[in-house]
Structure formats: structure tokens, C-alpha cells
């Protein structure tokens, strides 16, 4: 079993920055793979990044590479999400899960319950 809690939202103007963590508790942290979906209104969930158990492998959406920057801190069961040059499209829900390295949400067993990002214009 693994718990997770997420923190950092907020409304931070367009450009701007904000970073999200995801502690967790339960199962050893360093031995599963985190990611950072979000979901904004009628749109389905997807996946923003994602990051393997040792951290040495990363995924990032397409629209926010070089924006977004996942890590983690095994010795602190944590895992971020630094996100910067924010725009209004960044706007969501934003929610970490464990113990999977797929882009499908439905593959992931655990999740936080969602931390609400909003990008004003």
C-alpha cells in the first residue's frame, strides 16, 4: 500500500512558477516509479511526467518540456514537480500516483487527492 499527499497549488499569474510535492508513505519509496498527471475540466487525465525509482529516467509531455522538471528524494519519499513560464493552458488539477512507468492512468494503483493549479492571463 502506498499514501500519497500532495501540496504546492495555488494561482500564480501566467509566467510565473510554482512547485508541487508528493510525499509519500507506505511501500519503500525508492522502489517504484512516480508520475504527475493532471486533469483540467472535461478533459481526460494526462500524464505530465514521469519519473523511474532511481530518478535517472524521466518523461515529460511535450508541451511542457523545458517548462516542467520532475525529482525526486528517496530519502525524503518525496517527488516534485518544478513548473515554470506557466501558462493559462497549465491550468488543473494536478495529482501524483506510484508504482507504475506507463502514460495511462488506468495502469496506476495509488493515488494523492489532487492539488488545484491555476494560471491566470
Known amino acids: 500500500q502506498v499514501q500519497l499527499v500532495e501540496s504546492g497549488g495555488g494561482l500564480v499569474q501566467a509566467g510565473g512558477s510554482l512547485r508541487l510535492s508528493c510525499a509519500a508513505s507506505?511501500?519503500?519509496?525508492?522502489?517504484?516509479?512516480m508520475g504527475w498527471f493532471r486533469q483540467a475540466p472535461g478533459k481526460e487525465r494526462e500524464c505530465v511526467a514521469r519519473?523511474?525509482?532511481?530518478?535517472?529516467?524521466?518523461y515529460y509531455l511535450d508541451s511542457v518540456k523545458g517548462r516542467f522538471t520532475i525529482s525526486r528524494n528517496n530519502a525524503k519519499n518525496t517527488v516534485y514537480l518544478q513548473m515554470s513560464s506557466l501558462k493559462p493552458e497549465d491550468t488543473a488539477v494536478y495529482y501524483c500516483?506510484?508504482?507504475?512507468?506507463?502514460?495511462?492512468?488506468?495502469?496506476?494503483?495509488?493515488w494523492g487527492q489532487g492539488t488545484q493549479v491555476t494560471v491566470s492571463s
Open positions: 507506505g511501500r519503500t519509496f525508492s522502489t517504484y516509479a
Open positions: 500516483a506510484a508504482d507504475s512507468s506507463s502514460l495511462n492512468p488506468n495502469d496506476y494503483d495509488y
Open positions: 519519473i523511474s525509482w532511481s530518478g535517472r529516467t524521466t
